[in-house]
Structure formats: structure tokens, C-alpha cells
């Protein structure tokens, strides 16, 4: 069981036009929504791979109510907790050539209490899971210590948590020792404080925070492939995509692939391979769709035995 906590999630509905021209009418050549947020993509990932999960979320208004239809359709387990405001609407324009427009709104503002009912709710159901994840952006009145607290509370009860997230929630949820993060290349430039301009500077920065007592260092790098770091070592894996649809949910795709194989008794570097599998598949498909068994053939990630450490990255 892989528990997932999403504090701000939303309805992506993803649009595809031809081209994006700034104050023009758009005709759209296809639409579809997709229940969404950061964690709640990992769950789905999992669940689409018959992977046990749930997925804890706050839900209000009648976007709440659409986003609980999209995940029992979805087959994908959830605990939602009720707030007074509505769950946000994201759209992404998508062009195709693969270029992605994400518009996304603030999310409902909770209240002390809606929190605390978040966290609890996620400690519930984390008892005897394998992992707990907390992802993405924090809503309007959610405390920039929120994931800080989640990693503090797993952690106290022997439990292992993973948070994917950026900025100060970020950073407060790293100095607590999350067991693993995930960053892409600009939330851990971010994180580090300055430009990680080549893969090697990448490696040294995640190599520097498992120093500092993170177990696990995946980054995210796009069309560069990821790299994991440990304490044993350093892997890098990419795959090629020659006709990519949607980046929407590649990483949490990644990310799911990676907890999955970790659950699975996988090294870190098959792990990794998994995880990056997962997340190319998914920029092969529409909107925020997440991969079927049936969406990874095909898909062929390799680890790089000797990885191009001066390689500027795109």
C-alpha cells in the first residue's frame, strides 16, 4: 500500500489546439478531464498498474463532487475530507508538438482544522503502508510547515514518507528528513539555492542532501531522462520519445513507478528504470492520462553505465 496525500488537487481539463496565439479565438480538436494534483496522479499511476493506493485529499463544492465521480471511475481509492471551498480547475493548452500551457488556479482556502483533519486522516490510513507521499503545492491557508509535520509524525511511527513538492514547503519538509524527494532540475536548483547547469552539478547537489540525511535523491530531468542518488552510489536513466503528447503527470508518473519498484524489492537503479518507463509512457498520451500496463510496451528505458557528467542539460 502506497498512501498518497494531495492537499491542493484539482480537474485538469486538458485542450488541444493547433497553435497557442496569444488573444486569438482557439477552435480545440479534442478536450478531456482527468481527476489531478501532484498525488493524486501517483495513485492513479499505481492503480492504472493494479498497484495498491489511496489517495487523500480535501474535496468541496461541486468541483469536489466531480472529482470523487472522476476517481471511482477511475478505480483509484480515495479519503477525502470535506472543506468549506471548492476544489480548484487546471487547464493546459496542449499543442502538438508536445508544448504544454498550464493555467492553474489557487486551490480552496483551508482552515486550521481542515488541515489537522488532512493529516490525520493520511496517518490513519498510512498504518502498515509501505510508503506515504506528500505532493505538490499547498492550497491558500495550508502552513508552510505542513509537509514538515507529515514527515516528522511518518517518521515517529516508523513509517517511510516521500514528498514531492517545491519552495518553502519544500525546503521546511527537507530540513525534517522526508526518506525520499524528488525534485525536478528547478525545484532542486531551488531547493540548493543556484544553477545546476550540467548533470554533474545535479548529482553533486543531490549527493549534498543525502549527506545531510535524505535516503533517497530522484530528480526529475525531462527529455534528459532522471538521476538517483543514494549513500551506495549514483544512477542515471533515460528513455527516448520521438512523438511525445502531454508532460502533464510525467513526474508523478516517475515518481509512482519508482516508490512501486521500491516497494517491490527492487534495487534503487531498477527502480529507477521503472520509474522513468512510467513517466515516458505518459508523455505519450493525451492530457493527464496515466499509463496502462498495456501503454508501457514499447517503452524501453536504459541506465547510462557511464553517464556524460559535463553535459549541459536542456
Known sequence: MIVT???NPSIDRAVLIDALRRGEVHRASSS??????KGVNVSRALAAQGAATTAVLPSGGPEGHLLEELLDAAGVSYASVPVRGSVRMNIS??????????LNEPGPDLSPDEV??????????????QWVVGCGSLPP???TDLYAVLVTRVRERGGRIAID???????AAVAARPHLIKPNHEELAELVGHDLPTLGHVRD???ELVAAGIDVVAVSLGGDGALLVTGDGCSHARATITAPLSTVGAGDCMLAGLLHGLSTGLDPADALLTGVTWGAAAVTLPGSRVPS???LDGIRAVLTREPDFDRVLS
Open 93 to 102: 493548452v496542449l499543442e502538438p508538438d508536445g508544448t504544454t500551457t498550464k
Open 165 to 171: 513538492s517545491s519552495g518553502a514547503p519544500f525546503a
Open 293 to 295: 500496463p498495456d501503454d
Open 141 to 143: 491557508g495550508a502552513p
Open 205 to 207: 547537489a543531490a549527493e
Open 5 to 7: 496525500l494531495t492537499p
Open 32 to 37: 478531456r478531464i482527468d481527476p489531478g494534483g
Open 116 to 129: 489537522e483533519a488532512l493529516v490525520a486522516t493520511t496517518l490513519e490510513r498510512a498504518e502498515g503502508a
